[in-house]
């Protein structure tokens, strides 16, 4: 049976949920809910998704929510699918797999939790006409600075953000990473300021699985 998405098609993290099946080659179909008409808040869906967000997925007849926990299921099950598998063997590379939990982590406690509020104050709320104390937001960007000083750091020392081999933790980056460079608030190829960030961001970026899913879906969001 194909996998089932249920998210929305101009959402990033459902995107992001497409793009993993894409890079293991899993047939999957979208039912894009209406977020506007809140269907996700609806009895039904909150039988599958308890926190009322997009997306979950539906493996012939498992469910699953969290982009997290869904791209990390899916490379375990399809792992023989990839042209590269995207994080190391538990067992076998031990030390690199730390290395990518730690960046796991990290991407979580220092990328998404800042890059989602910037997200939210200069993309989702203006776009629903509200306005952000300009100052607020200025002080949760510069948060979002910070942290990308920390990543020049770190990608000055290895090519990708688990190590030098490309992960799943790179893709974890795609989404917001996507969304703040495309509404022009932040230049993630600004070679001067942080040259190693832009020299990653220029290569994930391109990532053809992601690209695929931006063309087949608009880009702006919700
Ligand atoms: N923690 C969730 C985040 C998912 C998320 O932020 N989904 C957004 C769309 S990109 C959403 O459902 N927004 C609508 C809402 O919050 O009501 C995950 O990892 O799946």
Redesign the pocket.
Request: charge should be positive; avoid cysteine.
């Given at each position: 049976m194909v996998l089932k998405i249920y998210?929305?098609r101009?959402?990033?993290?459902?995107?992001?949920?497409a793009t993993v099946c894409e890079e293991y080659k899993i047939p999957y179909e979208l039912t894009s809910l209406n977020?506007l008409f809140?269907e996700?808040?609806k009895e039904e869906y909150l039988k599958h998704?308890p926190?009322?967000?997009?997306?979950?997925i539906d493996d012939d007849g498992f469910v699953l929510?969290?982009?997290?926990?869904?791209a990390r299921y899916i490379a375990t099950k399809y792992r023989k699918n990839a042209a590269v598998p995207l994080f190391p063997d538990p067992i076998t590379e031990s030390e690199k797999y730390a290395k990518y939990e730690q960046a796991a982590s990290a991407e979580t406690a220092y990328w998404d939790k800042y890059a989602?509020n910037v997200a939210q104050d200069l993309v989702?709320l203006p776009s629903f006409g509200f306005g952000v104390d300009p100052s607020y937001a200025q002080k949760r960007l510069q948060n979002l600075y910070a942290s990308l000083d920390v990543y020049e750091t770190v990608l000055s020392k290895q090519k990708y953000i688990a190590g030098d081999e490309f992960s799943l933790i790179d893709i974890f980056h795609l989404?917001y990473g996507t969304l703040l460079t495309s509404h022009k608030i932040l230049n993630l190829l600004d070679e001067d300021k942080r040259p190693n960030v832009a020299r990653w961001w220029k290569d994930i970026s391109a990532l053809p699985s992601w690209n695929r899913v931006q063309v087949q879906v608009p880009d702006s969001?919700?």
């Open positions: 998210g929305n101009f959402s990033i993290s459902t995107r992001l949920v977020l809140k996700h808040k998704h926190y009322g967000v997009v997306p979950y929510y969290e982009i997290r926990a869904i989602s989702t989404p969001w919700p």
